[in-house]
C-alpha cells in the first residue's frame, strides 16, 4: 500500500493585497519544501465550495475526504464539536457552536467573532455563569470563544434554521440576524431573547476580564451517522490537527487521532510538535490527514504577515520534516498533497469561493510544473479538479 500524506492549510488561497504589491501571503512567502513539491510533481486546483452549502471548512474538508455534504453534511459543524468533547447526543437533540463575540460600544454591531482570541481560561469563566432559560438546555466550554449549547429533544430539523456565521458578519447589526426557524416560533424566540439577555449578563460578571460581550449561535446540527472511512476507501487513516469540530469528524469516520500537546489552532500551536505527530503516523496508517489551522485564523484577524509567517512555520515544520521521512523510510512508494481547504481572505476576513491550489509529488506522478514557485496565480493555469473525486485519484489513479 503506498503511503499517503494530505496536509490541509486551513484557509490557504488569498486575494492580492494592496501592501504587498498586489501579491499574496503565499505569493511572498519562503516555502522551498512545497516549492520541491510543487516543482518535482503536479499542481493545480480543486474546487472545494459547494452550492447551497456554507464555505467553511467541514464542508470542504468532508469533501475533499470524498464525503458528499448533501449525504453527511448535518447542517453545522457543532455536533462533531460534541462528540470531540464526549457529550452523548440523542437523534432529537439540536447542536449549536455558541462564539463568545465582541460587539461595537453601542452593543448592536460584530466587530470580532473570536472575542479578541480569549483565553481558554477566561472563555470558561463566562461560561459557567451564563444562566440558561430550561434545564433540557446545556452549554459545554470549549477551545477559547469556541463553545457548544445544546438544546435536548427539540426535535427541529436544522436545515430549517436560519443562523448567520459572525465571521461572515462582522459590521452587521445584530436585531437583523438573528437566528430564524418558522417551525417553532416559541422556541426561536426563547433563543433570541436569551442571546441578547447575554450581553447584560456578561456585562455585569464579576472577576472576568475580556472583550466578550455577547454569546452568538450558528452551525444548527444533529447527531451525525457517518460511513467509516475505512469502509469507503480500505485504508485505515490517522488525522493530525487541534480543532474539535475536526476530532469530531475523525471519530465520526473512525480515523484515529491523539489530542497533541502545544497544538492550539492558532499562530502560537507547536507545529514542531505537529510535524513529529505526522511522522509518527505515517509509520502506523497508510494515510495521513495533516491540519494546520494558524493561516485562517490570521486572515480572519486581517494580519497577511502573520499568515504569511505561519505558511513558512507549516513548510519548514511540517511539510519538510515529513517529505524527508517519506523519502528516507519509503523511497518511491509514497504519495504527498498540500493543499487548502477554502480561500480566506486577510483583506476582509472572508471565505471565499475561489478554488484553492494544491500540489501533488509521488510514485507515478508526472510533473506538469515549470515553474520553481507555487501560489494562486500559477495553479490558475492548471485544470480545475472536484474536492469528492480528489482524494480518489490521489490514492488510486497514478498506478
Avoid at 503506498?2 to 516555502?31: C, H, Q, R, W, Y
Avoid at 436560519?162 to 426557524?181: T, Y
Avoid at 495553479?379 to 490521489?394: A, D, I, Q
Wanted: charged share 20%.
Amino acid at each position: 500500500m503506498i503511503k499517503t500524506v494530505l496536509i490541509i492549510i486551513d484557509g490557504l488561497g488569498d486575494a492580492p493585497i494592496s501592501a504587498l504589491n498586489n501579491k499574496t501571503p503565499l505569493e511572498i512567502a519562503f516555502v522551498p519544501n512545497i516549492h520541491y513539491i510543487a516543482t518535482k510533481g503536479q499542481i493545480g486546483r480543486i474546487n472545494t465550495v459547494f452550492p447551497g452549502f456554507p464555505i467553511e471548512s467541514m464542508v470542504c474538508i468532508m469533501g475533499l475526504l470524498g464525503y458528499e455534504p448533501e449525504n453527511f453534511y448535518p447542517s453545522g459543524r457543532a455536533s462533531f464539536e460534541a462528540l470531540a468533547k464526549g457529550i452523548p447526543l440523542n437523534p432529537e437533540d439540536l447542536v449549536l457552536r455558541c462564539n463568545l463575540i465582541s460587539l461595537d460600544n453601542e452593543q448592536k454591531r460584530i466587530t470580532d467573532f473570536t472575542a479578541g482570541l480569549i483565553s481558554d481560561t477566561e472563555a470558561r469563566k463566562i461560561i459557567s455563569k451564563i444562566k440558561l432559560p430550561s434545564s433540557r438546555w446545556e452549554l459545554y466550554p470549549g477551545q477559547s470563544y469556541r463553545n457548544t449549547l445544546i438544546i435536548r429533544d427539540a426535535a427541529i430539523n436544522p436545515k430549517s434554521i436560519r443562523c448567520a456565521e459572525p465571521h461572515m458578519n462582522i459590521g452587521k447589526e445584530i436585531e437583523q440576524i438573528l437566528p430564524s426557524f418558522i417551525s417553532d416560533p416559541e422556541l426561536n424566540n426563547t433563543l433570541n431573547n436569551f442571546l441578547l439577555d447575554t450581553r447584560i449578563q456578561i456585562k455585569n460578571m464579576n472577576g472576568t476580564q475580556s472583550k466578550a460581550d455577547m454569546l452568538w449561535v450558528w452551525s444548527p446540527s444533529v447527531k451525525p451517522n457517518w460511513p467509516s472511512f475505512f469502509s469507503r476507501t480500505g485504508i485505515k487513516a490517522g488525522f493530525v490537527g487541534a480543532l474539535d469540530f475536526l476530532h469530531g469528524i475523525a471519530m465520526a469516520a473512525d480515523i484515529d487521532f491523539d489530542l497533541i500537546p502545544g497544538a492550539t489552532g492558532y499562530i502560537d500551536t507547536d507545529y514542531k510538535m505537529k510535524g513529529l505527530y505526522g511522522i509518527k503516523y505515517l509509520h502506523k496508517y497508510d494515510f495521513t490527514l495533516i491540519h494546520i489551522n494558524a493561516t485562517d485564523e490570521e486572515a480572519h484577524q486581517l494580519n497577511y504577515i502573520g499568515k504569511k509567517d505561519a505558511i513558512e512555520k507549516i513548510d519548514k515544520e511540517i511539510v519538510g520534516p515529513v517529505l524527508q521521512e517519506l523519502e528516507n523510510c519509503f523511497k518511491d512508494n509514497y504519495r504527498i498533497v498540500v493543499c487548502g481547504d477554502h480561500e480566506t481572505r486577510s483583506t476582509d476576513g472572508k471565505h471565499g469561493d475561489t478554488p484553492v491550489p494544491y500540489a501533488l509529488y509521488g510514485k507515478n506522478v508526472s510533473s506538469n510544473n515549470i515553474h520553481n514557485q507555487w501560489h494562486e496565480k500559477i495553479c490558475e493555469t492548471y485544470p480545475l479538479k472536484s474536492s469528492l473525486t480528489f482524494l480518489n485519484e490521489v490514492i488510486n489513479s497514478y498506478e
